[in-house]
């Protein structure tokens, strides 16, 4: 996961909601506790497309990337919300990593 020795990326995600793009949902990105504090959550908010780009906090980020929306390689637990979710929704996960196929690309459809 570590081995690429990318401290920050660009991450994409796609929610749908029974094949349906699903906007306006807010998407967070929380690390797995094992992980400790070195890594931060990051967080959407998906647009008319049902797309978002996460980013963490700006004062979390290099100087350089302070406008860009980034977030670290690791391993996040995802929660989505959304008021046509009202009814919940099974635990979600992903991987962001740079070096395996389509490690930063987040697709859910709920």
């Known amino acids: ?23 306006n949902a807010e998407v967070e ?6 992980l400790g504090d070195a890594v931060h959550n990051a967080a959407c908010t998906t647009d008319s497309e049902g797309q ?3 980013s963490i906090a700006a004062e979390h980020l290099p100087d ?3 406008n860009l929306r980034m977030m670290q ?23 962001v990593d740079p070096t395996r196929r ?3 690309t987040a697709r859910f459809d709920l």
């Open 73 to 95: 390689p690791g391993l996040y637990r995802v929660e989505i919300e959304h008021p046509s979710l009202a009814g919940g929704h099974r635990p979600l996960g992903f991987e």
């Open 102 to 104: 389509d490690g930063t």
């Open 64 to 66: 350089e990337f302070r």
């Open 1 to 23: 996961l570590f081995a690429a020795k990318t401290g920050v990326l660009n991450v994409s995600c796609s929610i749908s909601l029974d094949g349906r793009p699903l906007s």
């Open 52 to 54: 978002g780009s996460p």
């Open 29 to 34: 990105f929380i690390p797995e506790s094992f």
